[in-house]
């Protein structure tokens, strides 16, 4: 069964810094493309970045491209996503997401494996 562990949200001020991280188990990870996903309340589940198998190619919304980053470890199983200068519009439940095809990875509907979430809060 393939499951899918985010941790690493929290709370944090306005201009800091996170770091969410994803655990992979029951998936061939090496041939996984892998993306983050959030969703506010009250609004669609939004893509947030994403990269390929090989980890060298990555993909972010406009809104968040220059403060996030993407990475994987094939070691540990894990995928990133590092989150500097955050804004209270950040706020959402963070998703991780896998799929072994890499044909949409800047849609939700591009993901076969989904995480529960982990809640980020940026706030005074």
């Known amino acids: 069964q393939v499951q899918l562990v985010e941790s690493g949200g929290g709370l944090v001020q306005p201009g800091g810094s996170l770091t969410l991280s994803c655990l992979t188990s029951?998936?061939?990870?090496?041939?996984?493309?892998m993306g983050w996903f959030r969703q506010a309340p009250g609004k669609q589940r939004e893509f947030v970045a994403a990269?390929?198998?090989?980890?060298?190619?990555?993909y972010y919304r406009d809104s968040v491209k220059d403060r996030f980053t993407i990475s994987r470890d094939n070691v540990k199983n894990t995928v990133y996503l590092l989150m500097n200068s955050l804004k209270p519009e950040d706020t959402a439940v963070y998703y991780c997401a896998a799929d072994y095809s890499q044909a949409s990875m800047t849609t939700e509907v591009g993901y076969a494996y989904w995480g529960q979430g982990t809640q980020v809060t940026v706030s005074s």
């Open positions: 990269l390929t198998r090989s980890g060298r190619n990555t």
């Open positions: 029951g998936l061939t990870f090496t041939r996984a493309a």
